[in-house]
C-alpha cells in the first residue's frame, strides 16, 4: 500500500529558531500534498496545499512566511516552522495524493509532534 | 460551504458492545464520504469510504452507509474490541473540480473499549 513517511516524529526546539519537516511519498509519485496541524482533541485544520514545482495555498489565517512549504519534487515536500514559537507546539500531520491513479486518495504520514520550549 | 459534523466524544464502552458514531454532512452535488481512524500515537488511516448514495463501506468490521436523503454516514460496529480504542474522523470530498478536491473534517470521536 502507499506509505507516506515524516521525518522527524518528534522535536524539541528553542523558542525564535527553525524547524523543517519533511514528507516523502515512499513508494508512489504526489503532485498534492497536504499539511495540516493538530490540536489536542480538536479535529484537523489543513494549513496548506502544496503542488509540486509551484508555490503552496494556504489556508485563510495560515501565515505564509512563518510556515514555508517547499515541494520541490513528487515525492518530497518539506513544511519549515520560521521563528518558532511556544504557540506553534503541535502534531503536523502530511498527505499526499496519488497523482498516477487519479483517486484523489490521500495517505497521511505519521505525523511530527513538534514542543518549543 | 461544505461541513462535517459529528458526535463528540468521548465514547467509552465494554468490549463486545455495539458501536454507532453519528456522522452527518452538508455539501452541494454528490460527495465521497470517508471515515479514518487514528489509534494512539499513529497516522491516519482510511477505514472506509462511500463514493455515492446507498453504497456501503466496510472494513475490520466497521460499517457505514451513505444516505443522502438524511445526508448521513453512521459508523457501526456489532461487537467493539479494546483494540479499536481510537479516533475516529468523519471526512467528505466534494465532487466539485477545484479547490483540489479537499477533505473536510469532522471534530473526530475518541473511542475507549474495556475489557
Known amino acids: 500500500g502507499a506509505v507516506v513517511s515524516q521525518h522527524p516524529s518528534r522535536v524539541i526546539c528553542k523558542s525564535g529558531t527553525s524547524v523543517k519537516i519533511e514528507c516523502r511519498s515512499l513508494d508512489f509519485q504526489a503532485t498534492t500534498m497536504f499539511w495540516y496541524r493538530q490540536f489536542p482533541k480538536k479535529s484537523l485544520m489543513l494549513m496548506a496545499t502544496?503542488?509540486?514545482?509551484?508555490?503552496?495555498?494556504?489556508e485563510q489565517g495560515v501565515e505564509k512566511d512563518k510556515f514555508l512549504i517547499n515541494h520541490a519534487s513528487l515525492t518530497l515536500s518539506t513544511l519549515t516552522v520560521t521563528s518558532a514559537h511556544p504557540e506553534d507546539s503541535s502534531f503536523y500531520i502530511c498527505?499526499?495524493?496519488?497523482?498516477?491513479?487519479?483517486?484523489?486518495?490521500?495517505?497521511f504520514g505519521p505525523g511530527t509532534r513538534l514542543t518549543v520550549t | 460551504g461544505d461541513s462535517v459534523t459529528q458526535m463528540e466524544g468521548p465514547v467509552t464502552l465494554s468490549e463486545e458492545a455495539f458501536l454507532t458514531i453519528n456522522c452527518t454532512y452538508t455539501a452541494t452535488g454528490y460527495p465521497s464520504l470517508f471515515w479514518y481512524v487514528q489509534y494512539p500515537g499513529e497516522g491516519l488511516q482510511l477505514l472506509l469510504k462511500?463514493?455515492?448514495a446507498d453504497d456501503k463501506g466496510s472494513n475490520k468490521g466497521f460499517e457505514a452507509t451513505y444516505r443522502k436523503e438524511t445526508t448521513s454516514f453512521h459508523l457501526e460496529k456489532g461487537s467493539v474490541q479494546v483494540s479499536d480504542s481510537a479516533v475516529y474522523f468523519c471526512?467528505?470530498?466534494?465532487?466539485?473540480?477545484?479547490?483540489?478536491?479537499?477533505?473536510?473534517w469532522g471534530l473526530g470521536t475518541s473511542l475507549a473499549v474495556n475489557p
Open positions: 462511500a463514493t455515492k
Open positions: 471526512a467528505l470530498r466534494g465532487d466539485l473540480a477545484g479547490n483540489n478536491r479537499k477533505l473536510i
Open positions: 498527505s499526499a495524493r496519488d497523482s498516477v491513479q487519479g483517486t484523489y486518495e490521500q495517505y
Open positions: 502544496s503542488n509540486e514545482g509551484s508555490k503552496a495555498t494556504y
